[in-house]
């Protein structure tokens, strides 16, 4: 029996489920607690939704000349959660980030806002009190977050397929006791479908063996946004926030026992290469991963406290899941749990968990993608082939685990987080996950209070307090921004469920389309939503980076990494209008971003995966082939060239670039030698038959020849 089947049949089981309704009886109270001090919450000054944002520079000389009660260390979800917290105390708050905010483990998780179904095993199982305290304070905080940021966050049904009559009680009462936990704060009830009902919300599901399924409810975000949301609230109360500012130095001085106490950091902006000192009465570090390499700047030879662990996820097309349902896979081969959601119009995937190093560039590897893909396979009918060569983008993100050092891999090691204080009064916190960075934020804060002697207006206002965008969002906002504006309606949907009210200010800045209809709103590119209002927008956010826009402020790396890569000249283009850039600037954010999405994104990942397919055609196969490369072949020399390309498209009629041309030649050209022979052509053809190709614009030109087709871009996966 597997793990989760053994999590349910313990809450079926007479004995374990006397012993665990105890336990959630005893604790049951703590949701009432939650609604009397929201109750009692009034939130910090009315008008902080529509206080103007100061620029980057600005903040960067309030750094430089003020000093602080609190310095936060890391823009990620915690870090801007703590910023958040403690600026709306009225505590002088700055915040800093290395790179750009949630540009690490915060915009790379599986986008759920949850309490964590599997953790109610240590919760039951073995009496855990710890354990369902944690469960119950991610689903409370879960509610808060919907809640406070409407735009951004929705409940998302999840399916859980049962192909085992015995098996439905099981889960059925570990679905149940998640609900119970969640108490008043449930999204919706969790329910039992049949066979055919299941196969109905969830077409694509395997159906031999099918006997019905469960479907509970989650909360789904786009976490990056969500993450900049905090920021610029925080901005908005007051907070100075610098992303791309690194910390290479704790400062110290006695106190009055002649003890070394932190009292600010040496700072480096990244852009510029300065460095100054800010001075502050506490330092928080919340960097995540990087939690020990900053703990370490206080003690060197202090024991490492946080465990990395890398989560890899892909990106597949939107026909390979429902729009609406989302699917867990509870008994993956290696005994984890496998998600499969619908977001932003794709199907996201994930994720793996394998302890890792620290770096700076978190990479996917090819074993981690095919894994996911074989787990995928066994929930799929077989109507639905899943191909390689479907995968648009693949990343991995490492997780701060708190280390627990009798743990034998990271599934046993709780995301639960910790506060650490040093004798030196840096305060640190660690672990944790994203649906609970408030209430993180909320102990993290109280404690920097007590330890540093700082003097806050008021406790905590965060629970209930809106985040940027949320005040005037109503469900149909776009309805007013295609009305007032006359953008598309899928791109004013769009805004308003990522910008919330600001949308408006977007809007503003889009430009006149030249057409009928829309109006405004010239798309960053066509298969996507996003306009290039977007990116002025964005600077004024303090992006500054062309990496900011492709993988933060839009989320188009994270989507398609060849989408990104036909964005990213336009969005070089923009930024550099906006920001000033010289021509060497811009050659310099365009490598840094390709050499990202190469590296990060999957661009480049397995990237001869199509040339070591094996051939394996029969006679039959290989004269039709022929025959295709033939046609192509225009010159008749045993090769196709740029040329051949040439004549092809003018003889079909078809209206192709030279750029095209070059880049349809080049998906092939094996040997980067301008032309491409039949060895190369049967290489491919295998490919696409495998599917460790997904398209291909020259094999669809040689199956067309004499037809029109469309050479825009195929679509095929990294």
Request: charged share 25%.
């Amino acid at each position: 029996m597997h793990k989760f089947a053994k999590t349910c049949y313990g809450l079926a089981a007479t004995g374990t489920l006397v012993g665990g309704w105890y336990l959630l009886k005893s604790l049951g109270g703590q949701s009432d607690q939650y609604s009397v001090v929201r109750a009692g919450n009034t939130v910090a000054p009315s008008d902080y939704a529509t206080r103007p944002l100061i620029s980057r520079e600005q903040n960067m000389q309030r750094l430089e000349s003020e000093d602080f009660d609190v310095l936060v260390l890391g823009g990620g979800a915690t870090g801007s959660g703590v910023a958040l917290d403690a600026v709306s105390r009225g505590l002088k708050t700055a915040m800093i980030e290395k790179y750009d905010f949630s540009s690490g483990t915060s915009s790379r998780s599986t986008k759920l806002i949850h309490g964590g179904v599997r953790y109610l095993q240590k919760a039951v199982f073995n009496f855990d009190i710890a354990q369902y305290r944690m469960v119950k304070e991610a689903l409370q905080e879960r509610a808060n977050l919907l809640d406070i940021a409407p735009h951004l966050s929705y409940p998302l049904p999840i399916m859980l397929p049962v192909y085992k009559w015995w098996l439905v009680p099981y889960y059925w009462a570990g679905i149940k006791a998640y609900d119970f936990v969640a108490g008043k704060q449930t999204l919706k009830r969790s329910y039992y479908l049949p066979k055919k009902e299941a196969l109905k919300l969830f077409p694509m599901l395997k159906k031999d063996a099918l006997v019905g399924a469960l479907v509970y409810y989650d909360g789904q975000h786009n976490d990056a946004r969500m993450n900049i949301s905090i920021c610029i609230t925080a901005a908005r109360l007051g907070a100075a926030i610098a992303n791309h500012t690194e910390v290479i130095e704790l400062k110290k001085k006695p106190d009055v026992d002649g003890q070394d106490k932190v009292c600010g950091a040496v700072l480096r902006d990244r852009l510029t290469g300065k460095e100054f000192e800010v001075k502050a009465k506490c330092v928080i570090n919340a960097t995540g991963p990087y939690t020990d390499f900053v703990r370490k700047m206080d003690n060197a030879n202090i024991r490492e406290i946080c465990q990395p662990s890398s989560g890899v996820h892909i990106v597949l097309p939107d026909y390979y899941s429902p729009d609406a349902m989302g699917l867990l896979d509870p008994s993956t081969s290696d005994g984890r749990v496998i998600f499969f959601l619908p977001w932003q119009k794709h199907t996201l995937a994930g994720t793996t968990d394998n302890k890792c190093g620290l770096t700076d560039f978190p990479t996917p590897t090819e074993e981690e993608v095919e894994f996911i893909l074989q787990e995928i396979k066994k929930y799929l009918n077989k109507d639905v082939e899943v191909r390689r060569g479907d995968v648009l983008a693949a990343w991995s993100g490492i997780r701060p685990l708190v280390s627990d050092p009798n743990a034998k891999d990271t599934q046993s090691v709780a995301r639960n987080h910790i506060i650490e204080v040093s004798p030196s009064n840096l305060v640190t916190i660690a672990g944790g996950k994203w649906t609970t960075y408030r209430h993180m934020a909320e102990e993290t804060v109280d404690k920097a209070v007590t330890v540093c002697d700082l003097t806050p207006k008021s406790g905590s206002k965060t629970l209930g307090l809106p985040l940027d965008g949320a005040h005037e969002w109503t469900p149909t906002l776009h309805i007013r921004l295609v009305q007032d504006f006359g953008l598309e309606s899928e791109v004013a949907q769009h805004l308003a469920n990522t910008y919330g009210d600001k949308a408006f200010k977007v809007a503003k800045y889009a430009k006149i389309s030249g057409h009928r209809w829309p109006v405004v709103g010239k798309r960053l590119h066509s298969e996507f939503p996003y306009i290039e209002a977007e990116i002025i927008y964005a600077c004024r956010e303090y992006a500054v980076t062309a990496l900011d826009i492709l993988a933060r402020r839009t989320r188009l790396a994270f989507l398609n990494v060849y989408a990104a890569e036909e964005a990213l000249p336009k969005v070089v283009e923009i930024m550099s209008e906006q920001l000033g850039w010289s021509k060497a600037k811009q050659k310099e954010e365009t490598d840094h971003a390709m050499l990202f999405l190469q590296r990060e994104m999957g661009l480049n990942l397995n990237k001869d995966r199509g040339q070591n397919v094996p051939i394996n055609f029969t006679k039959d196969e290989i004269n039709k082939h022929s025959k295709m490369f033939k046609q192509l072949d225009m010159d008749g020399n045993g090769f196709i060239t740029v040329n051949d390309l040439r004549k092809h498209f003018k003889s079909t009629g078809e209206k192709v670039t030279e750029n095209q041309i070059h880049d349809i030649l080049s998906e092939v050209d094996v040997g980067k030698n301008a032309q491409v022979d039949f060895g190369e052509f049967l290489q491919l053809m295998s490919a696409l038959r495998t599917g460790a190709v997904a398209n291909s614009r020259l094999a669809m030109a040689a199956r067309l020849t004499g037809q029109k087709i469309d050479v825009a871009r195929s679509g095929g996966g990294v």
